[in-house]
T-cell receptor
Framework: EAQVTQNPRYLITVTGKKLTVTCSQN?????MSWYRQDPGLGLRQIYY???????DKGDVPEGYKVSRKEKRNFPLILESPSPNQTSLYFC???????????FGSGTQLSVL | AQKVTQAQTEISVVEKEDVTLDCVYE???????LFWYKQPPSGELVFLIR??????QNEISGRYSWNFQKSTSSFNFTITASQVVDSAVYFC???????????FGTGTSLTVIP
């Protein structure tokens, strides 16, 4: 089944403890991106990747890192999480830029 | 700067009523892409439609229709004869000319009352 898989689904952590949210797609898509969803703010783009080893900042990149070493994987790294990074995170992929996004199921992160 | 405005935060309608969700966008690009996504209570994001800036044809898909008007920078979404299953948050989104950066509206929460 074609899908975008995010793990974990839920994560509770403490301030400053490094964490990684994984994202993997099995559709051979070139483009991948990360978003955070907050009440009243909609979805905001954190980072995107146009292909392997090519990444760039979205609207709200501060406090996040990404890497794209393989086409299928695009992990989101929070090296020192803070409470204002508590949010619902979505990973997405698409065949090429400007095409429809296929979203993962989301990761609900709570930073205490 | 790119921006998407969904001024309707919450809408409630009675089943079988028609409802229109408004989306107004701002961009200086001549090439751009517009999207609608649905987020049902289960939380996943479901793609509904994609339009590029050169295609102003309105589209109908079953009970769903979309009205794209460049003159007013709007991309409105109408549900005809609404059903309870249409209850969800609906997001309008804009992608810039590169197709890499996406800008979402704040969403409209639609409740269809049986």
């Amino acid at each position: 089944e074609a899908q975008v898989t995010q793990n974990p689904r839920y994560l509770i952590t403490v301030t400053g403890k490094k964490l990684t949210v994984t994202c993997s797609q099995n559709m051979n898509h070139e483009y991948m991106s990360w978003y955070r969803q907050d009440p009243g703010l909609g979805l905001r783009q954190i980072y995107y990747s146009m292909n392997v080893e090519v990444t760039d900042k979205g609207d709200v990149p501060e406090g996040y890192k990404v890497s794209r070493k393989e086409k299928r994987n695009f992990p989101l790294i929070l090296e020192s999480p803070s409470p204002n990074q508590t949010s619902l995170y979505f990973c997405a992929s698409s065949p090429h830029f400007g095409e429809k996004l296929f979203f993962g199921s989301g990761t609900q992160l709570s930073v205490l | 700067a790119q921006k998407v405005t969904q001024a309707q935060t919450e809408i409630s309608v009675v089943e079988k009523e028609d409802v229109t969700l408004d989306c107004v966008y701002e961009t200086r690009d001549t090439t751009y892409y517009l999207f609608w996504y649905k987020q049902p209570p289960s939380g996943e994001l479901v793609f509904l439609i994609r339009r590029n800036s050169f295609d102003e044809q309105n589209e109908i898909s079953g009970r769903y229709s979309w009205n794209f008007q460049k003159s007013t920078s709007s991309f409105n979404f109408t549900i005809t004869a609404s059903q309870v299953v249409d209850s969800a948050v609906y997001f309008c989104a804009l992608s810039d000319y590169t197709g890499n950066q996406f800008y979402f509206g704040t969403g409209t929460s639609l409740t269809v009352i049986p």
